[in-house]
């Protein structure tokens, strides 16, 4: 597709999606990022573009000496984990539910959490810095611990997929859990009180400066939960190994691909340093490897990034809504759930309604309005689905 440009009030916006398949609110929320002072060149606008909270899902932002807490989104560090196995479809059973439902005991979702933190997790050197964070988040030590290797809700996910070769896939969706929530709330209203945002158009566009003690202290924490995420997936495959292994004694696994896709980044673009906030994008540089999930019926992708500068080396995260989860439940039933994931091993029923294929935009243009960002490398369909 070409290339959609709209003039903000300092920068440019540019779209890799038609503009009038993009909501009022989002192209509102995209015209007050593009009149921040300190960004950077553009604004990138990936093709699952939509309306949230402050700034844009779908949307990359480059700033010099300033970043924007409620860019980066209060899920710090969410993101994708998939790996490959030696497994192919023939040598799945044909009911898929024993394999489901000792993924869903060996994988707390939603607010559940392990009863103990996990053995594999106990020195790891996190813990030894979550003193030096934020006072008012010292509380949630015991609660960051259980909750490493951990699910929780909403648009997050545990599958068994199968690629376009028959081969067989684990992939999951999730990010840094309550701690990184909290870490989040905390320097977002800070930036909202700080004098230099009081005239901004959307206040939660606050940003820090560079120089500052409150843009030090978010640095510290948003780095600490952006480790905390990877980690948290890194755990959970971990765990899913263990399961796979009870269910197929001889599966092997081939090395995992991570990536977050609400974070920031320290990075170099058209000759400058800037920091770089993908919230719903993930970095998509040449070669890079990385994952863009489709729905709970729908496929998902496996790239490899071709580092187009024009979006800051950047694509899309997924499929990206274009329904909100109560306009969901009350669009959908449960018949249309069971009948839009017909041949998944998933849950069916009014807990996931808000999470139905049909509430997603059409990965497939999404892919294809991203052709220039990234390389398809395996396409992925979903055989299990776990959800929060």
């Known amino acids: 597709m070409s290339l959609a440009t709209l003039q903000g009030a300092v920068a440019p916006i540019k779209m890799w999606t038609p503009v009038h398949e993009v909501e009022s ?4 929320q995209l015209k ?12 990138a606008v990936m093709p699952d573009v939509h309306f949230g909270k402050g700034a844009t899902v779908g949307s990359v932002i480059a700033m010099k000496d300033a970043v924007a807490p409620a860019a980066v989104g209060v899920d710090i560090g969410c993101g994708m984990a998939a790996l490959k196995t030696n497994l192919m479809a023939s040598d799945l059973p044909e009911s898929l539910k024993a394999l489901r439902l000792g993924i869903e005991r060996a994988i707390p979702v939603g607010f559940n959490q392990h009863r103990d933190p996990l053995n594999i997790l106990e020195r790891h050197p996190l813990w030894d810095e979550f003193e030096d964070l934020d006072d008012r988040v010292q509380n949630l ?19 068994v997929c199968l690629d376009q070769g028959q081969g067989v896939w684990i992939m999951l969706h999730s990010g840094s859990r309550n701690i990184g929530n909290e870490l989040a709330k905390i320097h977002i209203e800070v930036a909202r009180k700080l004098t230099h945002n009081q005239g901004l158009p959307d206040r939660d566009l606050a940003v820090f400066l560079k120089g500052t003690k409150e843009m030090a202290a978010y640095r510290r924490d948003l780095f600490w939960a952006q480790r905390y995420a990877f980690l948290n997936r890194e755990a959970m495959l971990d765990l899913m190994k263990v399961v796979m292994k009870a269910h197929f004694p ?15 980044s320290e990075e170099v673009h058209f000759g400058e340093e800037v920091l770089v906030t993908r919230k719903g994008a993930i970095r998509a540089g040449r070669g890079e490897w990385g994952i863009i999930p489709g729905s709970m019926g729908a496929r998902s992708f496996i790239v490899q990034g071709k580092g187009n500068p024009e979006s800051f080396e950047s694509a899309s995260h997924g499929a990206g809504r274009k329904m909100s989860r109560n306009a969901a439940k009350k669009h959908f039933s449960v018949e ?21 294929p049909g509430c997603y935009k059409d990965i497939e243009q999404v892919m294809r309005n991203q052709a220039d960002l990234v390389e398809i490398r395996f396409e992925l369909k979903q055989v299990l689905c776990v959800k929060g």
């Open 141 to 159: 030590f015991g609660k960051a611990r259980r909750q490493a290797g951990t699910l929780g809700g909403g648009n997050h996910f545990i599958e």
């Open 250 to 264: 001889e599966v092997a696994f081939e090395a995992p691909i991570l990536c977050h896709h609400n974070y920031v």
């Open 336 to 356: 249309d759930l069971a009948r839009q994931t017909e041949g998944v091993e998933c849950r069916k029923d009014g807990g996931v309604l808000d999470e139905i």
């Open 32 to 43: 007050n990022i593009a009149a921040l002072p300190w960004v950077f060149k553009h604004v």
């Open 25 to 28: 609110q989002a192209l509102t």
